[in-house]
């Protein structure tokens, strides 16, 4: 892989990060599966909660999505599956919040048990229930499930939690607050005695305490966020950040890169993979990136320093570890192309730049998801990261244009120009000279515009307004029965356009968040049909969702939106919850 370790350099970052995961005591499948996905050193919370829960102790974890929690309860359950399993009952139950989260969860699963021959099943409301019977019948050794349909499922005897070794109960406020407290109890009931119990919250309100006096024996508990602000976190730095979806963060940093036009500039992925695929991506679309990981020689990663220190190369993609101990004067932005998995981590990216009295630029893209993470990092730091509207290509022609401007006033100021002064000459004969100053700058204003980039695409702005938390008059989601009395549970609101009128998921996630003040976390299952979509949402929120859909539009369109009818004569088995109120 990496060239023998120099003296300067005593381990080389591969090394540093393979002996990183194999201190936490993971076993080599477990190594493999990360390695193939580029993980080069565990998180926080996977460096506390992994070595515990290998232990088999039980933990209580407070963290938010986006830390690496997944992994860090994933990978303990995996290596404590048994090699002989030949039972046909699961040895793990994960609990969920959402359908996303259930499908989300399980392919984390998926991916880092693939060499241990995990079968893995997510159940949730929605899915035609046979296709899970057929599936829990054949045998799986981890099940994730939202707490209704693993209910369901007990009630008919199709999943048995007999064989539990581990339950792990994830976001369990959000759980709590979709009114799943009765059937966690009962879920838990079902479950024997010795297991070992598992609970992550991103916030821990007095319920979320008593759920874990109950069912937690004697646990570890891991606090993820802190609330001392992080020593040195003071760099002059302007910091803002983008709400984008997944599938246009590539065309939102070349968007946001050509506005800001940086002289250079890092960005920081998550993954050696993902720094190989983005680096691919912004080759593909004219910028010149090099990438920097951990998978490089020394030597590879002199070549790209020396590229980018010279200009040959503008943009740098890496991850944390390679990036470590880097100094460049030349950079003027960090751009987190994920949130950082820890506020730390955080000002530790963007201290590379607002050195030695230059202002710097920190940029974050961060999914909808990613929203309260965001807020976390602004609470540690103690600084503002402005939300912006990602610019439009309006925008984008404005400022092209405002830099053809600069770049012809300073050529007028400080440039020669006399050799090109018989053209113009020449050229007033035949045409006027205003004319032919318009064809000069449009000249010079091409040839600035990058080769391929798509820069005719509209990207679309998934608005976040600021928690409730932070909002005046609202008294904080641990006293919402106070602030907002509202009945528990979830109910479907009908919005009248389908898969016919394009909508996606992230579509209806997009209005609803951008439109209110509820959250992506508040959101349930979504079901897309051809003509019409259902959204689950809090019974609390459901009225301010039907305004706020109401009064915009959704790909354009205006949509009939209402509180679902009762639809149990259909036969359609979204209901999950169907019995409770
Ligand atoms: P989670 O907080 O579990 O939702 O994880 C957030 C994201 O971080 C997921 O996309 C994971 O694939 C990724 N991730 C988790 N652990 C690591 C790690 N140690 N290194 C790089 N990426 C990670």
Known sequence: MSSAPTPTDPATPAEDEAAAFADLGLRTELL?????????????IQREAIPPLLAGRDLLGQAATGTGKTAAFALPLLQRMPDDRPG???????????????VQVSEAFHRYGKDLGARVLPIYGGQPIGRQLR???AGVDVVVATPGRALDHIARGTLRLGALATVVLDEADEMLDMGFAEDIEAILEHAPAGRQTVLFSATLPTRIDGLARKHLTDPVRIRIEREQPVAGAAPRVRQSAYIVARGHKPAALGRVLDVESPTAAIVF????????????TMNGRGYRAEALHGGMSQEQRDRVMGRLRSGTADLLVATDVAARGLDVEQLTHVVNYDVPSAPESYVHRIGRVGRAGREGVAITLAEPREHRMLKTIERVTGQRIAVDKIPTVADLRTRRLELTQAALRESLLEDDLEPFRAIVES?????DLVEVALAAVRLAH????????????EIPQVAVRAPRETRPGYEGRDRRGGARPRAGGTTQVFIGLGRRAGVRPQDLVGAITGETGVSGRDIGSIEIADRFSLVEVPY???DEVIQGLRGSTIKGRKATVRRDRDRDSDGGDHRE???RR
């Open 32 to 44: 493999n599966a990360l390695a193939v996905l580029g993980y080069e050193e565990p998180t926080p």
């Open 577 to 579: 919850r169907r019995e």
């Open 269 to 280: 992925c998550r993954s050696r993979e993902e720094v190989d695929r983005l680096t691919e």
């Open 88 to 102: 046909g009952d699961p040895v793990s139950l994960v609990l969920v919040p959402t359908r996303e989260l259930a």
């Open 540 to 542: 609390g929120v459901a």
């Open 446 to 457: 091409e040839a600035t515009l990058p080769g391929t980039a798509d820069e005719e695409e």
């Open 427 to 431: 050229l007033t004969d035949e045409f």
């Open 135 to 137: 599936a829990l019948d």
